[in-house]
């Protein structure tokens, strides 16, 4: 699976779809409220996993396969290339503002995000399969060594044990995919078009957090309903 190409490649303008008195917020005082992942799942019309997926490693004659969801420490919100009354209503939206420069606009957010470490964005790849095939680096053996020693009765501590087996697992598997799958979707969601910005933090990311982002407005438009 070839993922999106992350940096300068998004075209302008971009729109972000809000309710009226959101954009009021946000022209007037600078703020705007940005989503998580958990909070997408949650919603009607929403991706009920998004993040998520299917990991499948391999080394040699080695094969490990796990399912995932990463974004649990981020942050996003979601542009979209195209002005339609179709993706106005499938928001629940009442208008869009424009975004002219979306780097600036990002930057101006990273700046007053809480516990903000690093920020991506990307344009949003539609699959109909999110199982993502990856060459592991160096040997499958974690778990292998974890049943050799229960079998040898040598492990101290057979769950803390278990537990560091999956935790290396885990480490290994987020390192080979990166941020990819916080920009995979499925392929019933093309119609949104989407540039996903996503700032990833330092803290767990529960819900949606309001940030005052006063310069951000500079880089935006109001362009009112369709």
């Not at 499958?140 to 560091?164: D, R, V």
Request: charged share 25%; aromatic share 10%; with cysteine.
């Amino acid at each position: 699976m070839r993922f999106p190409s992350f940096g300068l490649f998004e075209p302008v303008p971009l729109y972000r779809y809000l309710k009226s008195s959101r954009v009021d917020q946000f022209f007037g005082a600078g703020t705007i409220r940005l989503s998580t992942f958990e909070h997408c799942r949650s919603l009607d019309w929403g991706d009920n996993n998004e993040g998520g997926i299917r990991l499948q490693m391999a080394h040699e004659e080695q094969q490990l396969e796990m399912i995932t969801r990463l974004g649990k420490r981020a942050y996003l919100l979601c542009l979209s290339r195209q002005h339609s009354t179709d993706l106005q209503l499938r928001y629940e939206a009442d208008e869009a503002f424009r975004i002219d420069d979306v780097a600036g606009f990002q930057d101006a957010i990273s700046a007053v995000v809480p516990g903000f470490k690093r920020s991506r964005r990307a344009y949003c790849l539609y699959v109909r399969n999110r199982t993502v095939t990856r060459r592991a680096r160096g040997p499958l053996n974690e778990m292998n060594e974890f049943f050799a020693g229960q079998a040898a009765g040598t492990l101290k501590n057979p769950e803390e044990a278990l537990n560091q087996a999956w935790k290396q697992i885990n480490d290994r598997a987020f390192a080979t995919i990166a941020d990819e799958p916080l920009f995979l979707k499925p392929a019933e969601y093309a119609l949104e078009d989407e540039l996903r910005l996503v700032w990833i933090v330092d803290h767990n990311a529960d819900s949606p957090v309001v940030v005052a982002a006063p310069d951000a407005r500079r880089f935006c438009s109001r362009v009112g309903r369709l």
